[in-house]
């Protein structure tokens, strides 16, 4: 699993392949570049490009 300090969730996959959210933040907000980025961050769990 990654942990990225200017994000407050990160995602890995399962075992089984599901993904899988964790909060690890102070404050559940994101930025829109936060938000963004955890896009990017799924896409790639996914097996997707970016949007």
Not at 3 to 21: C, E, M, N, Q, W
Request: glycine share 6%; proline share 8%.
């Amino acid at each position: 699993m990654t942990t990225s300090p200017t994000l407050p969730f990160t995602a890995t996959t399962s075992l089984r392949g599901d993904v899988v959210i964790y909060y690890v933040g102070t404050e559940p907000r994101m930025s829109p570049d936060q938000a963004v980025a955890f896009a990017d961050q799924l896409y790639a769990l996914a097996g997707r490009n970016s949007a």
